[in-house]
């Protein structure tokens, strides 16, 4: 009984390793707080820019347009990462990267999920 109770705290105690930090994103201070928001910010609006982009899939019974959609999208997703990729290229080598790479990538995203919002919306 006392190795499962040994075997059940040790899991509890390295689920709590891997938990997500608690970190204040409306105000990160360290260089490892900006990185995880701006990386929080980016998969936020990633999400938005999926659900988006499934509603507008939803609504479109012509398949010619539906697979003109699914090429334009890829070619987005792919301007997109080359795009941030160029324009993070001076802090390629610093602690802040992510974050700057992160940031990129939300805003563009943001961008393409509005664009898709007003598709739908016509």
């Known amino acids: 009984m ?5 075997l059940v705290s040790s899991c509890l105690l390295a689920s709590n390793a891997f938990a997500a930090p608690k970190v ?10 900006i990185n995880y928001c701006a990386e929080q910010a980016y998969q936020a609006a990633d999400k938005l820019l999926n659900a988006n982009y499934k509603k507008l899939v939803a609504t479109l019974t012509d398949n010619a347009e539906k697979e003109r959609l699914v090429s334009a999208q890829r070619a987005w997703m792919s301007f997109r ?5 160029f324009e993070t290229t001076p802090m390629r080598d610093g602690t802040g990267y992510s974050g700057y790479l992160s940031a990129c990538l939300e805003e563009l995203t943001k961008s393409r999920a509005e664009a898709l919002k007003k598709l739908l919306d016509r």
Do not use: G, R
């Open 24 to 33: 204040n994103c409306s105000d990160p201070q360290a260089t490892p707080e």
């Open 81 to 85: 990462d080359k795009h941030c990729e």
């Open 2 to 6: 006392k190795k499962i109770i040994l």
